[in-house]
Nanobody
Framework: QVQLVESGGGLVQAGGSLRLSCTASGRAFSNDNMAWFRQAPGKEREVVARITWAISTYYGDSVVGRFTISRDNAKNTLYLQMNSLKPEDTAVYYC????????????WGQGTQVTVSS
């Protein structure tokens, strides 16, 4: 059974840092493109950062320069280092994995809450 499990969320003051982890199980994900999404109350889910199987990265405009996505294929784990956090970063953060083939099944974690207080 394929599973993605996020961890590392919590409550932090503005300007602080958190590191999210997403551990995958059930199969190897080294050939998948992976990403972090987030969803704030009343808003649509949005992409935060992506990392391809070839380690190319992409960041949403609102997190450029503050967040860093990385992966450790040996540990089947995806990370998101979040620095200089702002109250507007408050959301549930979701891990996503998908093979780089059109029409492939994408996998989602259950989400982890990040709350940034002002």
């Amino acid at each position: 059974q394929v599973q993605l499990v996020e961890s590392g969320g919590g409550l932090v003051q503005a300007g602080g840092s958190l590191r999210l982890s997403c551990t995958a199980s059930g199969r190897a994900f080294s050939n998948d493109n992976m990403a972090w999404f987030r969803q704030a109350p009343g808003k649509e889910r949005e992409v935060v950062a992506r990392i391809t199987w070839a380690i190319s990265t992409y960041y949403g405009d609102s997190v450029v320069g503050r967040f860093t996505i990385s992966r450790d294929n040996a540990k089947n784990t995806l990370y998101l280092q979040m620095n200089s956090l702002k109250p507007e970063d408050t959301a549930v953060y979701y891990c996503n994995a998908a093979p780089p083939v059109a029409g492939s099944v994408a996998y989602w974690g259950q989400g982890t809450q990040v709350t940034v207080s002002s």
